[in-house]
Antibody, heavy 123, light 110 residues
Framework: EVELVESGGGLVQPGGSLRLSCAAS????????MSWVRQAPGKGLEWVSVISGSGGNMYYADSVKGRFTISRDNSENTLYLQMNSLRAEDTAVYFCVKIKIPRVLRPADFDYWGQGTLVTVSS | QSALTQPPSASGSPGQSVTISCTGTSSDVGGYNYVSWYQQHPGKAPKLMIY???KRPSGVPDRFSGSKSGNTASLTVSGLQTEDEADYYCSSYVGTNSLVFGGGTKLTVL
């Protein structure tokens, strides 16, 4: 069964940095684009970023562009999200998600989700 | 990109049908057949219920169906069951490798 396990969340001060990881298993990781989606406490879902299966193409929501960097290590089946210049409004649960269709970069149709990791930005 | 518009709440009695709307524009819902619906129970990760407007992933009951007309997509849940009580989110591809979600609808089974 596909499994996505996020880690790396925690409390960070405004302006600080954090790196999230997502360990994937039970599917051919390099064949699928992956995304990050976040959810602020009590709020709705917000798409954050997507990366191609090869790792060569990345796209971001305007709200995080220039501050967040998505990457992946296909040899380790791991997805990352480097978050810099963090703001209070970045406080959220961050979900690692798999795109359903192989070899498609389009961020849509998220068929597997991790359990999420909470990032809190506060002084 | 603005969020898609969903009603904050919807309700129905067990066995009844309920439809949740998701309204966007010609740049998102109306422009692409990449509308998805997710179910989220409290404290849990979302679950894909419908993709590409009207396709059901394996394991999702056929009580759940999706459709689209113009700039509005809809999720219909037929034969409501207590376990269907959850938050539901729509999403739409908006081109240039970007995605927008709806604000979410809380479905209550009375």
């Amino acid at each position: 069964e596909v499994e996505l396990v996020e880690s790396g969340g925690g409390l960070v001060q405004p302006g600080g940095s954090l790196r999230l990881s997502c360990a994937a298993s039970a599917f051919t990781f390099s064949s699928y684009a992956m995304s990050w989606v976040r959810q602020a406490p009590g709020k709705g879902l917000e798409w954050v970023s997507v990366i191609s299966g090869s790792g060569g193409n990345m796209y971001y929501a305007d709200s995080v562009k220039g501050r967040f960097t998505i990457s992946r290590d296909n040899s380790e089946n791991t997805l990352y999200l480097q978050m810099n210049s963090l703001r209070a409004e970045d406080t959220a649960v961050y979900f690692c998600v798999k795109i359903k269709i192989p070899r498609v970069l389009r961020p849509a149709d998220f068929d597997y989700w991790g359990q999420g990791t909470l990032v809190t930005v506060s002084s | 990109q603005s969020a898609l518009t969903q009603p904050p709440s919807a309700s129905g009695s067990p066995g009844q049908s309920v439809t949740i709307s998701c309204t966007g524009t010609s740049s998102d819902v109306g422009g692409y057949n990449y509308v998805s619906w997710y179910q989220q129970h409290p404290g849990k990760a979302p679950k894909l219920m419908i993709y590409e407007v009207n396709k059901r992933p394996s394991g999702v009951p056929d009580r759940f169906s999706g459709s689209k007309s113009g700039n509005t997509a809809s999720l219909t849940v037929s034969g409501l069951q207590t376990e269907d009580e959850a938050d539901y989110y729509c999403s739409s591809y908006v081109g240039t490798n970007s995605l927008v979600f709806g604000g979410g609808t809380k479905l209550t089974v009375l």
